[in-house]
Nanobody
Framework: QVQLVESGGGSVQAGGSLRLSCAAS????????VGWFRQIPGKERDGVAT????????YYADSVKGRFTISRDNAKNTLYLQMNSLKPEDTALYYC??????????????????????WGQGTQVTVSS
């Protein structure tokens, strides 16, 4: 069973930076779709940034392009989200997600929600103006 544990959330002023981490355990496939999503109370969960553990293409929501960077350390089974130039509208509960990439035909685009079958508990990010 895959387990994901997020850390690194907190409170920061607008323009500041935070780095989220997601430690994964229980991986059995050779490649996974991994990424970050966020949710505001009363709204749907939105994709922020995703990729697959084999490297290659990354996917970003338009609202975070140029400010957020997703990366991973496969040796540590850890996923990161570097968030710079934070804005109050980035305030949300951030979730780490993963799903086995059973074939190269499977896109790890966050819009393919079915690709992500495991979820962490979330870490809160609060950006004040």
């Amino acid at each position: 069973q895959v387990q994901l544990v997020e850390s690194g959330g907190g409170s920061v002023q607008a323009g500041g930076s935070l780095r989220l981490s997601c430690a994964a355990s229980g991986y059995t496939y050779s490649s996974y779709c991994v990424g970050w999503f966020r949710q505001i109370p009363g709204k749907e969960r939105d994709g922020v940034a995703t990729m697959h553990t084999g490297g290659g293409r990354t996917y970003y929501a338009d609202s975070v392009k140029g400010r957020f960077t997703i990366s991973r350390d496969n040796a540590k089974n850890t996923l990161y989200l570097q968030m710079n130039s934070l804005k109050p509208e980035d305030t949300a509960l951030y979730y780490c997600a993963a799903g086995p990439r059973v074939g190269s035909w499977l896109s790890c685009d966050f819009r393919v929600l079915a690709a992500f079958t495991y979820w962490g508990q979330g870490t809160q990010v609060t950006v004040s103006s």
